[in-house]
């Protein structure tokens, strides 16, 4: 969709703002930023905007099309491009079609239709005619179908109708909720195409932005990943609910995670370390209890004991006074250095996430069954080099066992389909024999021309 900008209303120049603004820009999806000729805009505005390296935000501007249809956009950002100004450059996160709505959270929203991924059909057949399901109590019910466009197929369709109106940002949570599922079985997030909401009086909403920030990973720079085919027997509300609650007590480590699906990164060795910080976070997070050793009370009685130790040590003294180290600040040190004695290692986070289900087994079953030696398995190999990779670019420490050349491809593959086999059985979902054994042996390939080392 492309807008063909004429005016802005309300147009900030300096400390007043200009009845309107005679402009010519378009608003396009896949830019969401435009420029502007601009004339008398305050040479002294410019000048501090520009010598901070700032810009004047916005959180909506009115603005006319050529046909003299009202737009807004939402979250914008203006910055001078010269003294004197001539240009102004505008940056963009949302724009509402057809009307002039300041606060646009303030409307209730009843029903929404959103498209995805028009492009392309596989493999979001999984999705069709099976995800009719009522979540959060019952108060939202979620369909889904192929979108007809005269007599072609494009992309999917999903509507959502709730029982009690909520906010536009409460309807794109319920969305994003559900197309992150998705993006855990089919590998890389959903392209939000269209969206169109209706509210309680009857008004209709056409949205154009990048949405949820992972918009971004679906051009042509997306990394493709093996598709995950689920159970068709699965209670879809119970999964999309335990996903809601998962979410709800953390953000961090799947956002970084979803991130991987672009291959933006310079540095071959940075999305790997990344995924194996993802998974450290996560287990940390949503297994804390069973990433301990031993209790936190069993914990603080060791660190008081060796305390004590520490205390009464004449020798320890005499090497503190002849390098006048203070003892306090050793016993406080070791205190604060001390305080994660009971936690698995990362070692041990990965080897618990891949014995956790049978399907994280079946990934690395060949890893396991092959032998380096009398005391190491090629499991054992890729579990070092997991944590002396994420050691090497976390810690700048020097690593003889992490991944390189080739191994990273293998690791990358592994990592991230472990990842997201972890995160769709701790919601309750399972994968298919097929589609599982498929994957597992697209990537075990890399086995046939290539050596773990």
């Known amino acids: 969709m492309r807008i063909h900008g004429r005016k802005i209303l309300g147009f900030p120049c300096g400390d007043v703002e200009v009845e309107q603004q005679i402009c010519d820009f ?118 889904t179908d192929w979108n007809q466009e005269n007599t072609n197929i ?29 993006f855990l079985q089919i590998g890389f997030f959903p392209k939000v195409e269209k969206r169109r909401m209706i509210s309680v009086t009857q008004k209709e909403y056409y949205f154009i932005e990048d949405f949820a920030a992972y918009g971004k990973t679906a051009k042509k720079n997306i990394k493709l990943d093996f598709v995950l085919d689920t159970k068709n027997n699965l209670a879809f509300s119970a999964i999309y609910d335990k996903w809601w609650g998962l979410r709800e007590k953390e953000v961090v480590t799947f956002n970084l995670f979803s991130y991987l699906t672009t291959e933006s990164s310079p540095v071959r060795e940075v999305p790997v370390a990344t995924c194996i910080q993802c998974f450290e976070g996560y287990f940390r997070i949503h297994h804390a ?30 090497i503190c006074e002849e390098n006048g180290i203070l003892l306090k600040d050793i016993i406080t040190s070791f205190n604060l250095m001390s305080g994660h004695i009971n936690e698995y290692s990362l070692k041990d986070i990965l080897q618990y996430a891949v014995e956790s289900y049978d399907a994280t087994k079946r990934l690395f079953e060949y890893e396991k069954k092959t032998r380096i030696n009398d005391t190491m398995t090629l499991l054992d190999l890729f579990i ?59 990537i075990n390939k890399w086995y046939d021309i290539n050596t773990l080392r």
């Not at 990273?408 to 086999?421: G, M």
């Open 154 to 182: 494009e992309g999917v369709a999903i509507y959502i109708s709730v029982e009690v109106p909520v906010t536009i940002a409460m309807v794109e949570k319920i969305i994003l909720r559900l197309l992150e599922i998705y």
């Open 289 to 318: 209890e069973k990433m301990l050793k031993f209790s936190k009370d069993t914990k603080n009685q060791i660190k008081k004991e060796i305390s004590k130790l520490l205390s009464s040590s004449d020798n320890l003294k005499k």
């Open 384 to 442: 070092k080099k997991a944590s002396g990779h994420r050691n090497w670019l976390s810690h700048l420490t020097e690593q003889k066992r992490r991944f390189i050349g080739k191994e990273i491809d293998l690791a990358d593959k592994k990592l991230r389909l472990l990842f997201r086999l972890t995160l769709l059985y701790d919601i309750g979902s399972e994968v298919t024999d097929t589609s599982l054994d498929s994957a597992i042996m697209k």
């Open 26 to 143: 378009y608003i396009e999806e896949d830019s969401h930023e435009f420029v502007i000729e601009v004339d008398d805009y305050p040479i002294e505005k410019a000048f501090d905007l520009l010598c901070r390296n700032e810009s004047l935000h916005k959180e909506c501007l009115f603005c006319v099309d050529e046909n003299e249809k009202a737009f807004t956009l939402y979250n914008c950002y203006l910055m001078p491009l010269q003294i004197p100004v001539r240009q102004m450059k505008i940056i963009w996160n949302k724009c509402l079609i057809g009307y002039h709505i300041e606060d646009i959270q303030s409307e209730k929203i009843k029903s929404a239709e959103y498209i995805v991924q028009t492009d392309k059909k596989y493999p979001f057949h999984m999705f069709v005619g099976k995800n009719c399901f009522d979540i959060l109590n019952g108060i939202v019910h979620i369909s």
